[in-house]
Structures are given as structure tokens and as C-alpha cells.
């Protein structure tokens, strides 16, 4: 990779030192721990994703492409219309907390394979140069552990080029997609991406994912199935518990913000003397409140995902 020169940090006078410094120096600047990607068991499947039939759908023709990739590729000879492609890229995109990491584990266990989660703030490095080397390693141990590779905060590494290259910052961000690019086209197991900023991708990489599933929020039937199965049979509770009134009570929330309520209002059930400790509606609806008000207060609410058109991807020149 080339060894571009590192811009002074803020608050810090410019660097006097010659461009070439001697092989010692140059070593003292570098990072004393290099990133390690770390291939994982995984611990949950598909029957632990709860999701509405349309997402368990697509979530499946990502696993026929995988599984069936020699056969569609060599004895169908799809290959003749598309020779580059060694592996199958997916992207989970939608509103937080609606299973997107829990899918993309379960992906690797339905393929029975180890899997790599690699954010965005393992690869990045201050150090100029050094990011798309970090690219490069994460797929290069995802290659010896025959993992699946799991890239969190896609759009952080999936972003828009810079056509205004104005300083060695942004020639790195340019190096580092362009980097990203080839690994992409060169891997040959399953890479997943996700993302709740789906528009922030540059048209390239969307070319290159084969299948992009939505992730939406639960609606009643799904909300109901959610209650039902991520509260522990060891969790006691009140007589008149109804899952089904808790998923007519929590429209709008994801998958997240109820295992969130779930373990809330089991703390505050757990607390309590005999005869009293147990889980109740009140706790739990107490919690929902608590969420969406937090929701409303809290942070900034997350965009509504926006698929790229066939149109704008194909205005994009080819790289």
C-alpha cells in the first residue's frame, strides 16, 4: 500500500521531519497493537430470528445463493455472464434493533461456519495508510478461518468516493474504498454487511451485493411471536400475563427495544419480596413507556432506509 504522509493531528504544529525517515523511526510511528479479527462460534441460528415472512424470505434466497453458487455458477453456467463473481455479498439494511447482527450470525451458522464481526472503529486508523491494510487483514483471516465476514456499520466503510480530493485525508477514504472494492471482488465466501443508513453506499458496492434484504419493524403477528419467545419459561409471572396485549401495547418498538423492556422489567420484578416476585403487565408496560419516550427525547430518530434505483446505479461508471 503506499505509505502516504500522515496529516498533523489538531492542536499539533506540523511535522518537520524529512518525508523518508530512517527504517527506526518510520517503525516508532506505527501502532503498537495491529488489529486482530478473531473468527467466533456462532451461538444463535435462525430459529432464534424472529422476523415477518417477506425478511425470512429474502434472508432464504441469500442462502440459495450461497449453497447453490457451484451449481448456478459452473452447471448452469451463470458464470458466463458473470465471471468475476468468487463469493456472495449480502447487505441487512433497516431501522436498529430489528435483527440485522442476529441474522447475519444466524446466516453463519446455517452454513456452519465460524464468523468475523469486524466494526468500522477496528479498521479505521489514524495512521494514514494503515486502514486499507486493516481491509486486507480482515479478509485475509476470514479466508484462513473460512469464516463468514460480518462488516457492522457498513455505510462507514461502504461510503460514497470523494470526487474533490483536496488532501491526503481524503486520498486515504478513495484508497481505502478502492481497496475495499477488490477484496470484495476477490473473496470467495460470504461477506454481510449491515447498515441503518443504507443511502450513504457508494453505487459500486451496491452493484456488487447480490441480495439486499429490508429489516422492518415487527408488525402485530411478529411483535406477538417476539414477546412469546424471548421471555424466559424460567421467568415467573403473573397470573393474567398476556403476550398478546404486550404486542398490541408495543407497536413501533423493534426486536431490540423489547428484549430491552424484557430485561428492564425483570430487574425491577426480581427485586421485590415473596410473594411479590414476579414479572407483571404493569412492569413490563412501564418499560414500554419508558422506551418510547426515550425515543422521543433521546438521540436523533434513525432515517427510513431509501433502496438506490436501477437507474442510479447504472448512471455510475463502471470502476
Same mark, same amino acid.
Given at each position: 500500500m503506499p505509505n502516504w504522509p500522515q496529516a498533523p493531528r489538531t492542536g499539533e504544529a506540523p511535522d518537520r521531519r524529512p518525508s523518508n525517515p530512517a527504517p527506526a523511526a518510520a517503525a516508532k510511528e506505527q501502532p503498537e497493537n495491529t488489529p486482530q479479527f478473531i473468527a467466533r462460534k456462532p451461538l444463535r441460528t435462525l430459529d432464534d430470528l424472529i422476523v415477518s415472512s417477506v425478511v425470512m424470505h429474502r434472508i432464504d434466497i441469500a442462502l440459495k445463493q450461497?449453497?447453490?453458487?457451484?451449481?448456478?455458477?459452473?452447471?448452469?453456467?451463470?458464470?458466463?455472464?458473470?465471471?468475476?463473481?468468487?463469493?456472495?455479498?449480502?447487505?441487512?439494511?433497516?431501522m436498529p434493533g430489528t435483527g440485522k447482527s442476529l441474522a447475519a450470525e444466524a446466516l453463519a451458522a446455517q452454513v456452519a461456519r465460524?464468523?468475523?464481526?469486524?466494526?468500522? =472503529? *477496528?479498521?479505521? @486508523?489514524r495512521y494514514v495508510g /494503515?486502514?486499507?491494510?486493516?481491509?486486507?487483514?480482515c479478509f485475509e483471516q476470514a479466508r484462513a478461518a473460512?469464516?463468514?465476514?460480518?462488516?457492522?456499520?457498513?455505510?462507514?466503510?461502504?461510503?460514497?468516493?470523494?470526487?474533490?480530493?483536496?488532501?491526503?485525508?481524503?486520498?486515504?477514504?478513495?484508497?481505502s474504498r478502492a481497496v475495499m472494492l477488490s477484496q470484495l471482488d476477490a473473496f470467495d465466501g460470504l461477506v454481510v454487511f449491515t447498515t441503518n443508513f443504507p443511502r450513504n453506499y457508494d453505487a459500486a458496492f451496491v452493484r456488487r451485493i447480490l441480495v439486499h434484504v429490508k429489516f422492518e419493524l415487527p408488525d402485530l403477528a411478529t411483535r406477538e411471536r417476539l414477546w412469546a419467545q424471548l421471555?424466559?419459561?424460567?421467568?415467573?409471572?403473573?397470573?393474567s400475563f398476556s403476550t398478546r396485549e404486550l404486542a398490541a401495547a408495543s407497536e413501533g418498538l423493534a426486536g431490540g427495544d423489547i428484549v430491552n423492556a424484557i430485561k428492564?422489567?425483570? =430487574? *425491577?420484578?426480581? @427485586?421485590?419480596?415473596?410473594? /411479590?416476585?414476579?414479572l407483571t403487565m404493569a412492569d413490563v408496560r412501564h418499560e414500554i413507556e419508558s422506551i418510547r419516550l426515550a425515543k422521543a427525547e433521546v438521540g436523533k430518530p434513525a432515517p427510513g432506509p431509501r433502496v438506490v434505483s436501477v437507474d442510479e446505479v447504472d448512471s455510475v461508471p463502471e470502476d
Open positions: 450461497l449453497t447453490h453458487h457451484e451449481a448456478l455458477y459452473h452447471t448452469w453456467n451463470l458464470k458466463k455472464i458473470d465471471p468475476y463473481r468468487a463469493g456472495t455479498a449480502v447487505n441487512f439494511y433497516g465460524p464468523f468475523i464481526d469486524v466494526n468500522y =472503529a *477496528e479498521i479505521e @486508523s /494503515d486502514t486499507p491494510k486493516n481491509i486486507v487483514r473460512n469464516a463468514v465476514l460480518v462488516f457492522n456499520e457498513a455505510d462507514s466503510i461502504l461510503g460514497s468516493r470523494l470526487s474533490n480530493v483536496t488532501q491526503s485525508s481524503d486520498h486515504s477514504v478513495n484508497v421471555i424466559p419459561d424460567e421467568m415467573p409471572r403473573e397470573a428492564a422489567a425483570g =430487574a *425491577e420484578a426480581i @427485586s421485590r419480596p415473596q410473594p /411479590d416476585r414476579h
